[in-house]
């Protein structure tokens, strides 16, 4: 809490009292921190790449060149860490982007097909090389006012995290449903699942469950900051149930008409 006092003074100099102001500024400390946690996890995600790199590189130039296996090896990780600084630079322009004042959606009538299929065939080789199945289960031709190009990203985020955290050979499935004035989507893994604990922070900028497994399976840890962003400024709502070992299920629910 902030505190300011003041003396209030009467018309001949005499003593009437004190006003005390006190402001709660719990939320614009929490908002400094999370301004500032979200620069050092920017920092600490653009080093990892960047050092990687610069180390290979120099020894390469150092003589580690000559064995050509040696070169390609080393220049295969420099490519891998360039793509990792690519999707983070990409990620995180496309949240700024997001959360600038300008931000608008183009909203038109989307048939829920179409936004399943147009993601479904932007994953489609990393489901074959994993070589998972899917199941799509939407009853006849619903459609909702949105922005096709961005509920198509959401759904591409988050069919990626259920074949990145899925093993080989596994199934997903996604359902659309009608409910009155608005659609429920599910998508479905039989992935490794999440603990309890850590749901009510998954939507985090950066949070991840396991580090290592996010970076191997070139995650940003943004992506589902971006869902949520994307759902809500849809006026919609995102929810996830998991359970360890059995799998994870997504939730959003997205009314059919917009206010403007
Ligand atoms: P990332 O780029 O790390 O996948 P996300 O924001 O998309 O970042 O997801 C945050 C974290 O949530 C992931 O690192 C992972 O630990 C967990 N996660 C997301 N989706 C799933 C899923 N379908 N199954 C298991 N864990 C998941």
């Known amino acids: 809490v902030s505190v300011y006092g003041a003396p209030v003074i009467g018309r001949h100099g005499n003593w009437l009292g004190i006003v005390v102001v006190m402001h709660d500024i719990t939320k614009l400390i929490r908002l400094e921190k999370v301004r500032k946690d979200f620069v050092a996890n920017v920092s600490h995600e653009l080093r990892t ?54 931000f608008t959606l183009q909203y038109a009538t989307v048939d829920m097909k179409d936004v399943i299929d147009d993601a479904l065939s932007a994953v489609s080789r990393n489901l074959e090389q994993k070589k998972m199945k899917t199941i799509t289960n939407i009853p006849g031709h619903i459609t ?14 988050l069919l990626t995290n259920a074949i ?36 009510p922070r998954l939507f985090e900028r950066f949070y991840r469950v396991d580090r290592a497994r996010s970076r191997d399976s070139g995650g940003t840890g943004l992506g ?11 006026n919609g709502t995102v929810d996830v149930e998991s359970e360890i070992g059995v799998g994870t299920t997504f939730q959003i629910h997205l009314p059919k008409k917009q206010d403007y």
């Open 164 to 199: 990145n955290y899925s093993s080989e050979n596994k199934t997903i499935t996604i359902s659309v449903t009608d409910a009155n004035e608005r659609i429920r989507i599910e998508i479905s893994d039989e992935g490794i699942g999440i603990e309890h604990l850590e749901l």
């Open 224 to 234: 589902l900051a971006i869902v949520k962003h994307l759902i809500e400024s849809h």
């Open 49 to 102: 790449p960047v050092t990687s790199i610069k180390g290979f590189t120099e020894t390469l130039l150092e003589g580690a060149m000559d064995d050509p296996a040696v070169m390609k090896m080393f220049l295969g990780i420099i490519q891998k860490e360039s793509d990792r600084l690519h999707l983070l630079i990409d990620d995180l322009l496309a949240l700024s982007g997001m959360e600038s004042e300008g």
């Open 144 to 157: 909702i006012e949105g922005d096709i190009v961005r509920l198509v990203q959401v759904m591409v985020n």
